[in-house]
């Protein structure tokens, strides 16, 4: 098993910055994709970034390219997303998600077996 906890979220002004972390649980074989997913209320869930945690090969959902930058500490066990320029519609409940097995990384086709609890990122204007 894979545990995920996700930290960092709170409440910014549009433009403002936030950078979650998440922390998966040492004991597990190193995952092949990591990732954040977002959903708002009333909205699907969305994929907005993802990385391939060997050779470091990110992905973006387009609404937020050049905004949001996703990384991982050298020693794999800690996922950032980096969120600047922050819009209203950023608003929503960010998961932690990883994926043991190799395969696709990039959303919406890459799939993931494990999911943090999500913690909010409220955006105002």
């Known amino acids: 098993q894979v545990q995920l906890v996700e930290s960092g979220g709170g409440s910014v002004q549009a433009g403002g910055s936030l950078r979650l972390s998440c922390a998966r649980t040492?004991?597990?074989?190193?995952?092949?994709?990591m990732g954040w997913f977002r959903q708002a209320p009333g909205k699907e869930r969305e994929g907005v970034a993802t990385?391939?945690?060997?050779?470091?090969?990110?992905y973006y959902a387009g609404s937020v390219e050049g905004r949001f930058t996703i990384s991982i500490d050298s020693d794999k066990y800690t996922l950032y997303l980096q969120m600047n320029s922050l819009r209203t519609e950023d608003t929503a409940v960010y998961y932690c998600?990883?994926?043991?097995?190799?395969?696709?990384?990039?959303?919406?086709?890459?799939?993931?077996?494990?999911w943090g609890q999500g913690t909010q990122v409220t955006v105002s204007s």
């Open positions: 040492r004991n597990t074989r190193k995952p092949y994709c």
């Open positions: 998600v990883a994926e043991l097995e190799r395969g696709t990384c990039a959303p919406p086709s890459a799939e993931f077996k494990y």
């Open positions: 990385i391939t945690t060997g050779a470091g090969v990110a």
